[in-house]
Antibody, heavy 120, light 107 residues
Framework: EVQLVQSGAEVKKPGESLKISCKAS????????VGWVRHVPGKGFEWMGI????????RYSPSFQGHVIISADKSIDTAYLQWTSLKASDTGMYFC?????????????WGQGTLVTVSP | DIQMTQSPSSLSASVGDRVTITCRAS??????VTWYQQKPGSPPKLLVH???RLESGVSSTFSGSRSGTNFTLTITSLQPEDFAHYYC?????????FGQGTKVEIK
């Protein structure tokens, strides 16, 4: 069974950097895009962006472009979401997501989520 | 961005009830809508894609439909395990966007 396993919860201060990870089992990276979705209570779900690990083609939501970096290492089937300077508004639950093969727009596989808390 | 207006935000129902949740898109988006179910402490689970195609393994008590820019998720006979949050999402045009969610509670 294919799974996406994310790194653990993080507590950071504004201005700090952070990189969270998502490891796929079952050789998913050879045939699928991998993306990130944020959930903030009261604000809902927001699609952040997506990467094709085989060639690193990356697409960002305009709301997150320039503030986060999505990357992947296909040799270890792992995707990353990175911030160079966190803000309090980055607090939320971050889900790694995988669309079906050949698709980018919806997600049939989700990681367990990584809670990121940014507080002074 | 395409706005997905989901209603109601919450509802109370009993086991065996028929439940309907609606999302209205801010523009024409064809059939590019999915529905997810989320239970506390778990990630969302894909129920329906392409507006009306049931994901493999999902109970046939769930169904999706489209009328113009209005999309509906119907649960024909609510089961105890169906009490959860439900979200629609459009994937017609990036950035993909979600509805605000519907909480289905036990009456």
């Amino acid at each position: 069974e294919v799974q996406l396993v994310q790194s653990g919860a993080e507590v950071k201060k504004p201005g700090e950097s952070l990189k969270i990870s998502c490891k796929a089992s079952g050789n998913s990276f050879s045939t699928h895009w991998v993306g990130w979705v944020r959930h903030v209570p009261g604000k809902g779900f927001e699609w952040m962006g997506i990467i094709y690990p085989l060639d690193s083609e990356t697409r960002y939501s305009p709301s997150f472009q320039g503030h986060v970096i999505i990357s992947a290492d296909k040799s270890i089937d792992t995707a990353y979401l990175q911030w160079t300077s966190l803000k309090a508004s980055d607090t939320g639950m971050y889900f790694c997501v995988r669309p079906p093969a050949g698709i980018t727009g919806y997600f049939d596989l989700w990681g367990q989520g990584t809670l990121v808390t940014v507080s002074p | 961005d395409i706005q997905m207006t989901q209603s109601p935000s919450s509802l109370s129902a009993s086991v065996g009830d028929r439940v309907t949740i609606t999302c209205r898109a801010s523009q024409v988006i064809g059939n590019s809508v999915t529905w997810y179910q989320q239970k506390p402490g778990s990630p969302p689970k894909l129920l329906v894609h392409s507006a009306s195609r049931l994901e493999s393994g999902v109970s046939s008590t769930f169904s999706g439909s489209r009328s113009g820019t209005n999309f509906t998720l119907t649960i024909t006979s609510l089961q105890p395990e169906d009490f959860a949050h439900y979200y629609c999402q459009q994937y017609y045009s990036a950035p993909w966007t979600f509805g605000q969610g519907t909480k289905v509670e036990i009456k």
